[in-house]
């Protein structure tokens, strides 16, 4: 005969059985679903960065796309402070479900959080990275009344009044700081560097002749120069550029050693699912080959990522290698932030 107690115990045990069943269909069903649904409701890009500036000029041209592409509003959220790390923390520690996104660059991802002892995220382990998207020229420019009108000019004349001049950029830590920086030390000059909180803000001061010169994205140098508001001296990249057609690189007008180069990319939170991951490639890579956005994209002073770098895996690969091109770059320049 079996006793009522062990009937009852047996009893319990197989509830829980049930219920851990049950639980573990309901979550396994979940997941997936969330991921097929994705997404069914707005989702925010954010962008580290002040509205205004190139990264958000960029941003908002890929924004607008993709919301046709993925069938929901893609709401674009500035979120700038501490060289775009504050904006980036905040889809570090967002919930993985893929409502969330950080449209980041080199400077937010590799730059600075390796400049800081004390980063707010760790750039390779934090994320779920969703590719690349575009990258952009870095132009040496300066106000429309500095009196040169070519590098080696420029070279002359900050070599004799660099202890008066001023020179912008978008944040300490940005691109356009540590762009101008190597240039400045390839120069052999240490003007004062004016940080501002984004790249809108330095060229309207530029502009105004409140700076001396700015190392400039090309999104941002496009419509002053345009508009003959600033002179061009120089591209800082290793090689020319179609959006700039005729402006040389310093190296090859005998300046060496200032190469420098601007991407941004997308990422998720970690842990956010695969799928969700994959469809967000799937919608930029469709944006990307879209001609219209091309041009778009063109006339803001930006260009895509080539189609074979554009995926999550490549971005995984890439971002690591980043860290640590710009780890080394930034101690040998002595650059560090508290």
Not at 46 to 60: E, I, K, L, N, Y
Not at 239 to 249: D, I, K, V, Y
Not at 287 to 311: C, F, Y
Not at 315 to 324: D, M
Request: aromatic share 8%.
């Amino acid at each position: 005969m079996i006793k009522r107690s062990n009937i009852s115990h047996n009893v319990s045990l197989l509830s829980a059985a049930v219920l851990a069943v049950t639980l573990t269909v309901a979550t396994g069903a979940v997941a997936p679903a969330t991921a097929q649904t994705w997404p069914n409701r707005a989702v925010t890009m954010v962008v580290p960065f002040a509205a205004g500036s190139a990264s958000d000029t960029a941003g908002r041209v890929i924004a607008v796309a993709l919301s046709e592409a993925v069938g929901q509003q893609v709401i674009i959220e500035n979120v700038s402070g501490a060289g775009g790390m504050t904006g980036t923390a905040r889809v570090a520690k967002a919930a993985s479900d893929g409502y969330q996104f950080v449209f980041a660059s080199v400077d937010s991802i590799a730059i600075v959080p390796t400049m800081h002892k004390a980063p707010l995220y760790n750039s390779v382990t934090d994320f779920e990275p969703a590719g690349l998207v575009t990258d952009q020229p870095i132009v040496l420019i300066t106000r429309k009344s500095l009196p040169v009108n070519n590098l080696q000019e420029f070279i002359a004349y900050t070599k004799a009044n660099h202890d008066k001049m001023q020179f912008g950029s978008s944040g300490v830590g940005s691109g356009s700081h540590f762009s101008c920086a190597r240039l400045n030390a390839a120069i052999g000059i240490n003007p004062t560097h004016v940080p501002y909180r984004g790249s809108g803000l330095a060229m309207q001061d530029l502009i105004g002749g409140r700076i001396d010169y700015f190392c400039a994205l090309g999104a941002a140098a496009m419509v002053p120069l345009e508009g003959g508001n600033a002179k061009a001296m120089a591209l800082l990249t290793n090689e020319r550029s179609a959006l700039f057609p005729g402006l040389p690189t310093a190296k090859e007008l005998g300046l060496p050693g200032v190469d420098s180069y601007f991407w941004t990319a997308s990422f998720f939170p970690k842990g956010t699912p695969e799928p969700i991951v994959q469809k967000l490639y799937e919608a930029t890579n469709k944006t990307l080959d879209n001609p219209a956005i091309v041009e778009s994209l063109r006339r803001a002073g930006v260009t895509p990522i080539a189609p074979k770098l554009r995926t999550p895996a490549y971005l995984k690969t890439f971002v690591g290698a980043e860290v640590e091109t710009w780890r080394a770059m930034i101690k040998a320049s002595g650059i560090t932030i508290d």
